[in-house]
């Protein structure tokens, strides 16, 4: 379930569009969201045999009423922050909705923790939507959308729409990066991520086939950082190699996404880069705020499953922790982060670019 670092852009994009236009006079931007634990709020909660689920405390013990959602943080999640503070909501859970719900036009979110780029990542979840579950489901959507509207208008919607994906952190952390699955013993890590590269075209064209046209893919954060792995080094310190195969990654996905916009007509993928943004706050607490980066608050680093459950030791003072278990970052983590993304939107051209409306299809 783990990707503290893949990181929830949709909202800055959001603030964004804010800026750009008057509330009054902008258009309403619908968003899909794909991915993980990091930008789930909620989809497992429905899934009765899931074991990637946060729906339990100490889970949400400083969001609203200390009230468990099914956030993977004690508080709110990136996403939310960025949503309170442009006065919006955050898209709902898919399973929270009926299919049918009028809702659906406004946007949906489908991410799961425990779900990657490959099928077979995060199996041991028992349940979890994995990315091609989503997309299942998001061609369910539309479906529904162009049932209601006709084809035309629902065209036009899912093109205008902006699809925000956080995926990958579990194909290393719940996947490769576990010795005994069988991905870590067959692949050399090369041969990995040339799996998930194309893995990741077929979904990206799959999107961009049934309307999806601005994507926004996050990059992965250092991984080697978080609590579950750097506990693996005796001296606990960030694995570098993890942290070199994520920038590997990063680079691959970014020029696939270069290639797709030459090949498919119309097509806006955008890269978000995250990755040095965490690493400062990782190596730079005192900077944020923080006291301790290196260990989680619930210090769960090492036991199984690296959640916070009720039995956990919760640190007292959240707000000195960049983490709250041993992958997810703490709601001041997230403030921090989402504070940064706010105002690092107005300096990155692609992703303003690929969000402004267009009626091109
Ligand atoms: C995904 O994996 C599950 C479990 O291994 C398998 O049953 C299913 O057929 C796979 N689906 C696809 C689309 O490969
Ligand atoms: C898919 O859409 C149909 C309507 O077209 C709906 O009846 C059904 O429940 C949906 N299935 C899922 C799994 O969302
Ligand atoms: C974290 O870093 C502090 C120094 O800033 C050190 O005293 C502590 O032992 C470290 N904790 C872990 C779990 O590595
Ligand atoms: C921005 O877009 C241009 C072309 O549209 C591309 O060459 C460049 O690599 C993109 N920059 C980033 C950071 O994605």
Partial sequence: MATPLVLAFFMVVIAVMAVDHPPTSAPSLVTYIFGDSLAEVGNNNYL????????????????????????????????DILSEKLGSTSPPPYL???????????????????????????????????FDDQIDY???????????????????????????????????????????????????????????????????????LLGARKIVFHGLGP????????????????????????LQFNTKVQKLMNLLNLKLKNAQLTFAD???????????????GFKVSNTSCCKVDTTIGGLCLSNANVCKNRREYVFWDAFHPTDAANAVLADRFFSKMFTTPNSSKAIAPNHNG
């Fill in 138 to 208: 998001f061609e369910n959507t539309t479906k529904v959308i162009k049932a209601k509207i006709g084809e035309q208008a629902g065209t036009r919607l899912l093109n205008e729409a902006v699809y925000f994906i956080g995926m990958g952190s579990n194909d290393y952390i719940n996947n490769y990066l576990q010795p005994f699955l069988l991905d870590s013993q067959q692949y050399t890590p090369e041969e990995f991520l040339g799996l998930l590269n194309l893995k990741l075209a077929e979904q990206f064209t799959r999107l961009y």
């Fill in 274 to 288: 995250t990755y040095n943004d965490v690493l400062d706050m990782v190596d730079n607490p005192s900077k944020y």
């Fill in 96 to 130: 929270s909705l009926n299919p049918h719900d009028d809702a659906i036009m406004k946007g949906v979110n489908y991410a799961s923790g425990g779900a990657g780029i490959l099928n077979d990542t995060g199996l041991y979840f028992i349940q979890r939507m994995t």
């Fill in 48 to 79: 009765q045999y899931s074991l990637a689920r946060s729906d339990f405390p100490y889970y949400g013990i400083d969001y609203t009423d200390a009230k468990p959602t099914g956030r993977f943080t004690n508080g709110r999640t990136i996403g």
């Fill in 223 to 246: 991984l080697g950082c978080i609590p579950s792995q750097r506990a693996k080094s005796k001296t606990h310190q960030c694995l570098r190699h993890v942290n070199e195969w994520v």
